[in-house]
């Protein structure tokens, strides 16, 4: 069976960093694109950020201005993600999904997510 | 910044069938992707390439695109389909990735 599994979350002040990462257990993780998406309290889905296979190409969402950095090591099965002056509107669930969409066959896993507080 | 536009809320009967759309200028250029949300789960895809069901996902479940429109399809729609939906595409660069705003159906 496929695992997704987040950690790193916590409560950090505004102005404050933090790290997660991103463990994937049970696929060749090389195959797959990662991402990160996040969701604030009661509010709906936003995507974060997404990384090809080898790691060579990196996105992320314009509103995060240069804020966060993603990375992956194929070695470990990992993925990170490195938020810097983190903000109150930062706060919310951040999930980890592996994706696989090529010649007309597609999956994407999902961990539960991890909890990110930005209060002071 | 690029944007997709779901109404916020659609309500059915049991059996009856449920549409969900979704605009944005890139969608005529772009695959759709479709999310079903239940609380306090993570998203599930049900629907991928516009019109592609993933494996376990219900027959009941269908995609379409036309220009600017995506729509997510629900025939016979069931208790157990109520929750959150989300369509997810990129804009017309491919470097943004976006979500809908998210539509809330309810089957009762």
């Known amino acids: 069976d496929v695992q997704v599994v987040e950690s790193g979350g916590g409560l950090v002040k505004p102005g404050g960093s933090l790290r997660l990462h991103c463990t994937v257990s049970g696929l060749i993780f090389s195959n797959f694109t990662m991402n990160w998406v996040r969701q604030g309290p009661g509010k709906g889905l936003q995507w974060v950020s997404s990384?090809?296979?080898?790691?060579?190409?990196?996105s992320y969402a314009d509103s995060l201005k240069g804020r966060f950095t993603t990375s992956r090591d194929n070695a470990k099965n990992s993925l990170f993600l490195q938020m810097n002056s983190l903000e109150a509107e930062d706060t919310g669930v951040y999930y980890c999904s592996a994706e696989y969409f090529y010649d007309g066959r597609g999956v994407d896993y999902w961990g539960q997510g991890a909890l990110v507080t930005v209060s002071s | 910044s690029y944007e997709l536009t779901q109404p916020p809320s659609v309500s059915v009967s049991p059996g009856q069938t449920a549409r969900i759309t979704c605009s944005g200028d890139?969608?005529?250029?772009?695959?759709a992707f479709w999310y079903q949300q239940k609380s306090g789960q993570a998203p599930l895809l049900v629907m991928f390439?516009?019109?592609k069901r993933p494996s376990g996902i219900p027959e009941r479940f269908s995609g379409s695109s036309s220009g600017t429109m995506a729509t997510l399809t629900i025939r016979g729609a069931q208790a157990e389909d109520e929750g959150d939906y989300y369509c997810?595409?990129?804009?017309?660069?491919?470097?943004?990735?976006?979500f809908g705003g998210g539509t809330r159906l309810t089957v009762l």
């Open positions: 890139a969608l005529s250029k772009k695959y």
């Open positions: 997810y595409s990129t804009d017309s660069s491919g470097n943004q990735r976006v």
């Open positions: 390439e516009d019109t």
């Open positions: 990384i090809s296979l080898g790691g060579s190409y990196i």
